[in-house]
């Protein structure tokens, strides 16, 4: 199943006509470029499988590996995830990156989540319907498949550089998702405000004890400079608490308009029963599938 | 659903689906769906 999301190349009448030859191929479109989650998300919600398999177009992904992940399922794991020993073709920095959000991460939730996994995984039929029953609005779904927890294994395998295209992940959109998935699966930034500003207003009480007494003691009077650390130090701690706790309040109000997800611009597969090669949408035109 | 219709629903399940999320991705498509439905096919036969 392959799901075009807002391509401005040919990409998606490239997909029609694959779809149109082989039956094995689906081809979804969504209405516009929803972001590559809510495409995963589309496509678990519309791929008939027992297994579903997320692989990525680029073919960084093996899917060679296809049989031996069936096999460890067979075994008895509810989620097979593919495992990077080492990233070529990446640059330095952004493998350093990499391995402290992972670290971070892992720090700042309770869900185990696998550091040098990506999205390529196989997931059981009941992994697949515990995912679809979550209405969560900002989807994470390698964070989410971690939380649903059942019985997940890895597969090693190395990762060749691109086999066409560029990345899509600029550092802006990295650092996005980085805080996409921190709120989604934690409380514990604002947990840490409230304890920063616990420790500002105790440190600023002391601090201020400290003055007075100094100040009655007929001590130098403190000069000018230290209190306007005081106040820069309070200051920032306060927009600090006020930064973090704007993330968790505009999540609230977001998943609070159940907003569909996404919405599905037509399905294109090989109809049987007609001419071959016709398209067959699910939906008369005019009448987009949306899902909430 | 009762059992029997369980166990129908999931005769016409094909074995495993593959979810490819696109975005501007022309280039690999033919060896993708070449090399995708090679694994398919060998994993899982005909589905």
Redesign the interface.
């Known amino acids: 199943?392959?799901?075009?999301?807002?391509?401005?190349?040919?990409?998606w009448p490239?997909?029609i006509d694959?779809a149109q030859r082989?039956r094995?191929?689906v081809a979804v479109n969504l209405a516009r470029?929803f972001g590559?989650e809510m495409?995963?998300s589309a496509?678990?919600a519309e791929?008939?499988?027992?297994?579903?398999?997320?692989?990525?177009?680029?073919?960084q992904d093996?899917?060679?590996?296809?049989?031996p992940?069936?096999a460890k399922m067979d075994g008895g794991a509810d989620v097979v995830y593919g495992l990077r020993p080492d990233r070529e073709g990446e640059s330095w920095p952004k493998r350093a990156a990499s391995a402290a959000f992972y670290r971070v991460l892992g720090w700042l939730t309770d869900i185990p989540i696998a550091h040098d996994a990506g999205d390529f995984r196989?997931l059981n039929?009941r992994v697949v319907d515990v995912l679809l029953a979550m209405p969560e609005s900002h989807r994470y779904v390698r964070g989410l498949v971690s939380w649903v927890g059942m019985r997940q294994e890895p597969i090693e395998y190395r990762r060749p550089p691109r086999?066409?295209?560029k990345t899509?992940f600029t550092p802006g959109k990295l650092i996005a998702l980085a805080f996409d998935a921190v709120s989604a699966f934690s409380i514990r930034p604002l947990r840490l405000a409230s304890y920063l500003g616990l420790f500002a207003g105790v440190g600023g009480f002391l601090l201020l004890v400290y003055v007075i007494w100094s100040w009655l003691a007929g001590a130098a009077v403190q000069g000018w400079t230290s209190l306007m650390v005081v106040v820069l130090l309070l200051n920032s701690a306060t927009l600090m608490v006020i930064g973090i706790m704007g993330e968790y309040l505009g999540r609230t109000y977001l998943e609070s308009k159940r907003r569909p997800l996404y919405v599905i611009e037509r399905v294109v597969r090989k109809d049987p029963a007609n001419v071959p090669g016709a398209i067959s949408p699910s939906a008369p035109a005019g009448a987009p599938e949306s899902r909430a | 659903m009762t059992e029997r219709e369980e166990k129908t629903e999931s005769a016409r399940r094909p074995r495993v689906s593959a979810i490819v999320p696109c975005f501007n991705e022309q280039e690999s498509l033919p060896e993708l769906h070449r090399r995708l439905g090679a694994a398919c096919a060998e994993a899982a036969g005909d589905d």
């Open positions: 199943m392959l799901v075009n999301y807002g391509s401005r190349d040919s990409t490239a997909m694959v082989d094995h191929v470029n590559k495409a995963l496509g678990l791929a008939p499988g027992e297994r579903v398999l997320i692989i990525d177009a680029d073919l093996p899917p060679e590996l296809l049989k992940m069936m196989l039929r086999h066409a295209g899509k």
